[in-house]
């Protein structure tokens, strides 16, 4: 069975410009939700997607933005980027269903270095 | 939203017990308690779960006071491998609403030859 595929794995942006990132979930998992991480702040929670919508939203600015595709592939948007965004972006899948609770499955991470 | 309160750092030597406790005052009656390992530069992944109690799988066991307000993850005789971060994670079922997962700072632990 597939595990979360992030991509890509590393990229590197120059301030003002954007960048997407992509997450392929597990197979049958329809919630996608995305995560910063950086060595101060830890994992910050930036947003929750289950089928096509977008359900929770963290305390990030609207420069950051994501979507999510009928076949549950999400991608996230950071568009005029700082230095301040340079971490690691983590995406995780879940069934999203609504009996018990939902262990989340980590992608990789793309490491994201704004110069 | 139950915030978790855990220490930021533990060193144990091989061969050891580990306990990892977690703070959760405010926990709500439909969380769970997950605990997830994290390795430099790897997304966290899945140790264990529970509700109530105690909970035992290959890997750790979690303990769980009937009040619920904290946690205790276990890690038997662990190893130079076991080194990473340790984040305990609060949350309940997606029940039609909306679901913020919160994750605090973590436990680094250093095991130590």
């Known amino acids: 069975k597939a595990g979360v595929t992030q991509t890509p794995r590393y990229l590197i942006k120059t301030r003002g410009q954007q960048v997407t990132l992509s997450c392929s979930p597990i197979?049958?998992?329809?919630?996608v939700s995305w995560y910063q991480q950086t060595p101060g702040q830890g994992l910050q929670f930036l947003f929750e997607y289950f089928s096509e919508t977008q359900r929770n939203k963290g305390n990030f600015p609207g420069r950051f933005s994501g979507r999510q595709f009928s076949n549950s592939r999400s991608e996230m948007n950071v568009s005029t980027l700082e230095l301040g965004d340079s971490a690691l972006y983590l995406c995780?899948?879940?069934?999203?269903?609504?009996?018990?609770?939902?262990?989340?499955?980590f992608g990789a991470g793309s490491r994201l270095t704004v110069l | 939203l139950a915030k978790t309160t855990q220490p930021i750092s533990m060193d144990s030597y091989e061969g050891q017990e580990v306990n990892i406790t977690c703070s959760h005052n405010?926990?709500?009656?439909?969380?769970?308690i997950t605990w997830y390992q994290q390795f430099p530069s790897q997304g966290p992944r899945f140790i264990i779960q529970g509700y109530k109690t105690k909970v035992t799988n290959e890997v750790a066991s979690l303990f769980i006071p009937a009040d619920r307000k904290s946690s205790t993850l276990s890690l038997p005789r662990v190893s130079l491998s076991d080194t990473a971060v340790y984040y305990c994670?609060?949350?309940?079922?997606?029940?039609?609403?909306?679901?913020?997962?919160?994750f605090g700072i973590g436990t680094k632990l250093q095991v130590i030859p």
């Open positions: 994670l609060v949350g309940g079922p997606y029940s039609g609403g909306y679901q913020k997962v919160t």
């Open positions: 197979s049958g998992h329809r919630s």
């Open positions: 405010n926990i709500a009656t439909n969380d769970y």
């Open positions: 995780a899948s879940t069934s999203g269903s609504v009996a018990g609770a939902n262990v989340l499955t």
